[in-house]
């Protein structure tokens, strides 16, 4: 299934981005926690570092609002891509023309909208 990295992942159960990895998870699709602050979901730790390569990405979804995104914007462009997912509150023109450009898909979208109507 596709490779996921939920960028903004959180422990607190009633954040979008906590909802997703779970919601993602249910659906068998393997997702991967990134964020800023250390904790586990479901017994895998958020990847805080980011120098740890994930390999195979298919898919970032953001949950980052786009003030805190251009420190990651080097990290989600290397991670290569075939789409960055902006969901409601993440759109950023900056970042959506850089990944365009480097061959990225993007769209605007929620995630766990997807997810439920299996457009995922």
């Known amino acids: 299934m596709k490779k996921t990295v939920v960028l903004g992942a959180s422990d607190n159960p009633t954040r979008y981005a906590y909802k997703a990895f ?3 998870r249910a659906h068998g699709y393997e997702a991967v ?3 800023i602050k250390k904790a586990e979901l479901d017994g895998e730790p958020i990847i805080t570092d980011k120098s740890q390569p994930i390999e195979e990405v298919d898919t970032v979804t953001l949950y980052v609002g786009p003030r805190n995104q251009p420190v990651w914007y080097d990290y989600i462009l290397g991670l290569k891509p075939k789409r960055i997912i902006f969901n409601p509150g993440t759109e ?22 997807m997810l439920a109507s299996n457009s995922y």
Do not use: F, K, W, Y
């Not at 480097?102 to 769209?107: E, K, P, R, S, V």
């Open 22 to 24: 779970h919601r993602l």
């Open 92 to 113: 950023n023109q900056e970042l959506e023309r850089m990944a365009q450009e480097a061959g990225i898909d993007t769209m605007h979208h929620c995630t766990l909208v």
């Open 33 to 35: 926690p990134v964020g």
